[in-house]
């Protein structure tokens, strides 16, 4: 399995969703990727278990890092990969097509031919992102090899409409237990009834107004939303505990610690907060000068990324972060994902545009 | 094993519950109730599977129904019988003591001592009272042998603190499936949270005021309740599901349609309900007779019975009936259930009074 990453972006992305790889499952895909990126004199290539790193080492002032993840979500009779439509209009279907084997293909093109970039340039494929953080291989060569990933600014493959999605809003989840006291259900006056004492927590939830918040330019949609309600024991008792679990969207001008001030002084006031889990947004940084060339050789107005995405773990290294891909971001985990061919050529050629 | 019904109260209280008859398990304590009322020449004795009927036939102007249920919850360490006191304060103790082998032990002795009472009397001992309606003894034989329940007033010897409890509330299960649209968490705007939808109904079950009502002198206390919430697939998904299960206990001056009628058309006027299960109460029929003549032999106040008993079942065949045994009903099931050696006397005393 040689890959050809000078010819057809179509064949390539198609031999890419043909190599399954779901979650710990890279092997293959990572040694096809490895193997093609050795042939090319331009690249130092190294490897850290099924994360291929490949970078230039031109002395350029800047270095910028492009990564995308070569797992999928489990397949779901969408294998192997055909097309429909034509021109314009062909399309690229089957399980990794969207997320994110269309950035991947783009990036191993511009890979080879982007010999001299105008800036340093280190790419990275990587593994076991649609499973639990502890196996992310970003968070993995993060802690291993933190040289990988350094730089002035990075670009994550994501699914964007091969527009730019700058940053990241964060999310945060806390559990509300409403409790009361026991009784049989025809004696009711002798209990509480903790499932009646969630009707203040749903009502304020049901008013709440989320906001929106424009950070570097972009505008953010926060959201608060119950996502789990769960109380009573049998049908003759009066339950003594009800749990409520709600998520925050948070836009990305909050640490995970406001978050939560937010949430305990303020939203859910009065109400005891438990924080089950957590992570920070990121900030656009379409401020840094890089990214404001990124965004001319694209052409088109950046927008808010509203959900979480690894453009977090650099941005948390202090490298700013953008999603940029081919693909509908809603079309992400979907059995019927795909890739519209002219996405692969746009983004592949904005990539060229901005970095020859 | 044959049993003393002429004796001590406490000992033949204690033989039974060391008889261990959990529901399913009633055939050792069937044989012996069945083999000590055949020495009786005044009584007409039939079984049925594990329920053991006897009768006297003097023809009297009005028969009375006495039951108690030989079965008990599942044994807990409670086996055999103990006793802590002495005289007045003697507790009997362990698996059944005081649901309800106290009643059933007052109503075997009563049994072997009225050869010759005022009213005729029929005395049921019957199984799987504790387990689901299509094993109850009671119901069975209501389709197989109905004359043997036939009767003008009927006593269930459930504790009852050795006092009347008449009639019995009504229980119905009503289910609201609340619904919304999915979506994912970071976009929740293109969702509609089906959790936040639940706000008004709690609202409503919160601020509800239940009614107390007078029936045939009694005043029974309602109660209408969230027993049961469930809703939220996962984490970062808008929930488009949240099913709320309630249980309104109702006073026996309204039958299952007309409690359905109340909440559908008001108390829960616009939510769709689903009927889950329900069962009709039961009027307490004080107004009989032989209801006064029992409560002078008492010679206390009757009270109302909030919980569904079996009493509801003769109210169905058009038979009054109230419920009047030995024991607190709070230690029904109980774990330290007992049963007090006065409150056996007191019961037993009474039945003889008023059939005497």
């Known amino acids: 399995m040689v890959l050809d990453l000078e010819g057809d972006l179509v064949a390539l992305l198609r031999t890419l969703v ?3 790889s779901v979650s710990g499952n890279e ?3 990572a040694d096809a990727v490895e193997e093609a990126l050795r042939r090319y004199d331009h690249l130092e290539v190294e490897r850290d278990a099924d994360l291929v ?21 489990p397949v779901a009779g969408n294998l192997p990969s055909w097309t429909t439509g034509e021109g314009d209009d062909l399309l690229i279907w089957g399980r990794g097509s969207c997320d994110m084997k269309g950035g991947v293909a783009v990036q191993l093109a511009a890979a080879a031919r982007l010999a001299e970039p105008n800036r340093d340039i280190t790419w990275i494929f990587y593994d076991n992102e649609e499973i639990a953080e502890e196996f992310n291989g970003l968070a993995r060569v993060a802690r291993s090899h933190p040289d990988w990933l350094s730089g002035s600014f990075a670009v994550l493959g994501e699914p964007s409409n091969a527009g730019i999605e700058g940053g990241c809003q964060g999310t945060l989840r806390v559990r509300i237990t409403l409790t009361g006291r026991a009784a049989h259900s025809a004696r009711a006056w ?7 004492a969630a009707a203040p927590l749903l009502t304020r ?3 709440y107004e989320p906001r929106q918040i424009v950070v570097d330019g972009l505008t953010y949609r926060e959201g608060l939303n119950a996502v789990k309600i769960e109380g009573g024991i049998a049908g003759n008792v009066i339950p003594d505990r009800c749990v409520v679990e709600l998520n925050y969207r948070f836009a990305p001008d909050k640490s995970v610690e406001q978050a939560v001030a937010y949430l305990r002084d303020d939203v859910l006031a009065g109400f005891e907060l ?5 992570a920070a947004g990121a900030r656009p940084g379409l401020d840094q000068p890089a990214a404001a060339a990124f965004v001319a050789a ?7 990324k509203f959900g979480w995405t690894d453009v977090a773990r650099f941005a948390a290294m202090g490298v700013p972060a953008v999603n940029f891909g081919p693909g509908n971001p809603s079309k992400a985990h979907a059995d019927d994902e795909f890739c519209p061919a002219a996405e692969l050529t746009s983004c592949y050629e904005a ?4 970095l020859s």
Chains 1, 2 share one sequence.
Do not use: Q
């Not at 270095?63 to 999928?72: F, M, N, Q, S, Y």
């Not at 438990?274 to 957590?278: L, R, T």
């Not at 990539?351 to 901005?354: D, F, I, N, P, S």
């Open 18 to 20: 043909d190599l399954e």
């Open 274 to 278: 438990e924080v089950v889990d957590a």
């Open 53 to 73: 790193m490949a970078r230039t080492n031109l002395g350029r002032d800047e270095r910028i890092v492009i990564a995308g993840h070569l797992d999928t979500v």
């Open 190 to 196: 002798m209990g509480d009834n903790a499932i009646h």
């Open 298 to 304: 694209v052409g088109a107005a950046p927008s808010a």
């Open 27 to 29: 092997k293959a895909i």
């Open 205 to 207: 939830l049901l008013a």
């Open 351 to 354: 990539l060229v545009r901005w």
